[in-house]
């Protein structure tokens, strides 16, 4: 009997992966990978191309069935009333909008009761969000406050996955533009707990008045169809799938129910976890979105995953597994030396003009290892500052699991049971968001209530001694930062 195939695609901050794999059982047949341009403002037509070439890399998709894109969440995709991008796409990583997100967050709070401070807590019950740069409200109000021009062109906003799901589809017409509650719930003009768009934030961020005009994707069921898609003349019709924002993606892939916490150390750092009640949390450290399935997805976000560690690397003359072993040549602790790793200054705390520093130095402290221990050590202590806002929200922890490109690194694998003091799963290597994709699709073609039961990954667990101390003097120096341009 032919095997029916599937596939998913992760079109993330970095390069876009493809997974082939079996829709009955998800055993992995074929992979793809191609690189994304670097920089935070992007054409979209990058990803396409880069999509294309993933696609190729991974065999094709002419025996496929069916097809689901899952992205990097939050880029502003501004289309015009022709389906033309408008300007290249912001990234969720591109903070030029911060004063922007203070600007809405005050305003929602006079417009609820005349208090900007009430700001945060209006949005976090209206969207179960607080704006910070990375979220696409933000982003419209930069475009209506920096390039007016274009904010009145704007006939349509995607997202990432959206805009190639769309493409896929054919991008026949606006109307054909669709969604799913996992990224919707990161534009900031979604209400999460409702399942609906909000307008009026929407108006709000773009100072329009006639945004009933603008076509807001379709938001599809989890296990929808979004169309049949043709790739390229001659790949022949595929279904599909609704897609979703790359760690509802990732949550998919692994299976992930409440009580499991996943660590990714992607380009982001991100602590997530599904939860069955939608968090809406003022601080605005636990971001309430939604997951692929139906459930909600809080999560923790910091804008220094893994280019922590390249830049370590780089700095040192190493490659990743040099990193590695340097840092795991340090004692815990690097003698004193802390990384503050705010390199493209930080969204959790919401310090988006803050720039690193290294605190400590001394002559004992100033080794290579220690360095490289700081870097990982730093980068944890990042995504640990994630996980205790993620309990302070009520999130309750069984099991912890950390992927990510990053999470192939030994030193991240071994110091982060140290630095959070807790035992980590790691998944073997894999493209977990593309899987969950890729399982996405088989849901799709599938048409059933709950998606496939795919054959369990291996995980292989570390436990180290906690450290507190490591985090104790990282709480003590995270504030001590710098000024972008200072
Ligand atoms: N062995 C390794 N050790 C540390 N970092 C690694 C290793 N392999 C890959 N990476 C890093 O992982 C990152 C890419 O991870 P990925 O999860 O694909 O990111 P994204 O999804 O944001 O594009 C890169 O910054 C890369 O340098
Ligand atoms: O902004 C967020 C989530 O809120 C990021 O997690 C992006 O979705 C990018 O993810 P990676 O490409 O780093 O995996």
Request: charged share 20%.
């Amino acid at each position: 009997m032919t095997e029916t195939l599937v596939a998913g695609i992760d079109s993330s901050t970095q390069s876009c992966k493809v997974v082939v794999r079996d829709a009955a059982t998800g055993a992995l047949r074929r992979f793809g990978q191609a690189p994304h341009p670097d920089g935070t403002e992007v054409d979209p037509a990058a990803w396409w191309d880069a999509m294309q070439a993933a696609v190729a890399a991974a065999g094709g998709l002419d025996d496929v069935a069916a097809v689901s894109v899952a992205g990097q969440q939050h880029g502003m995709v501004a289309l015009d009333a022709d389906g033309e991008v408008i300007r290249p796409a912001l990234l969720w990583n591109d903070t030029r909008s911060a004063a922007a997100a203070q600007d809405l967050i005050a305003e929602l709070g006079e417009a609820d009761g005349g208090d900007p401070a009430a700001g945060p807590g209006a949005w976090a019950r209206a969207t179960g969000s607080v704006p910070v740069a990375s979220l696409t409200v933000t982003k419209l109000r930069w475009l209506a406050d920096h390039e007016p021009e274009n904010a009145a062109r704007v006939a349509a906003v995607a997202l990432p996955h959206d805009w190639l799901t769309w493409r896929l589809g054919g991008a026949d017409s606006l109307d054909t533009l669709v969604t799913d509650r996992s990224d919707a719930s990161g534009t900031g003009y979604f209400d999460t707990a409702a399942g609906r768009y909000r307008r009026d934030l929407l108006a709000m961020a773009l100072r329009r008045d006639d945004v009933d005009g603008i076509v807001l994707p379709r938001v599809l069921g989890p296990s929808r169809a979004a169309g049949v898609g043709d790739l390229t003349a001659g790949l022949g019709h595929l279904m599909l799938g609704a897609g979703a924002g790359d760690n509802a993606g990732a949550a998919l892939g692994l299976g992930m129910g409440p009580g499991d916490v996943t660590l990714s150390v992607g380009t982001s750092g991100v602590v997530s976890a599904v939860s069955r009640n939608p968090v809406a949390d003022p601080s605005g450290l636990v971001a309430g979105f939604a997951d692929a399935t139906g459930e909600y997805l809080p999560l923790a976000v910091t804008l220094n995953g893994s280019r922590v560690l390249d830049a370590a690397a780089r700095l040192l003359g190493v490659d990743h597994a040099g990193l590695a072993e340097l840092a795991l040549a340090a004692r815990p602790g690097a003698e004193g030396l802390t990384l503050v790793p705010y390199l493209e200054g930080e969204r959790t705390p919401n310090l988006p003009g803050a720039t690193g520093s290294f605190l400590g130095l001394s002559l004992a402290s100033m080794t290579r290892e220690n360095v490289a221990r700081a870097a990982v050590e730093g980068l944890l202590c990042g995504l640990a500052d994630g996980f205790a806002a993620m309990q302070d929200q009520g999130v309750p922890v069984e099991t912890v699991r950390l992927v990510g490109g990053g999470a192939r690194s030994e030193a991240v694998r071994r110091i982060a049971p140290a630095v959070l003091g807790l035992p980590v799963q790691v998944p073997d290597p894999g493209e977990y968001v593309a899987d969950g994709a890729a399982r996405q699709a088989a849901w799709t073609l599938a048409g059933t209530a709950e998606p496939p039961e795919w054959s369990a990954f291996q995980v292989r667990t570390y436990e180290a001694e906690a450290t507190p101390e490591v985090k104790e003097r990282y709480a003590a120096r995270r504030h001590l930062v710098a000024e972008r341009g200072a």
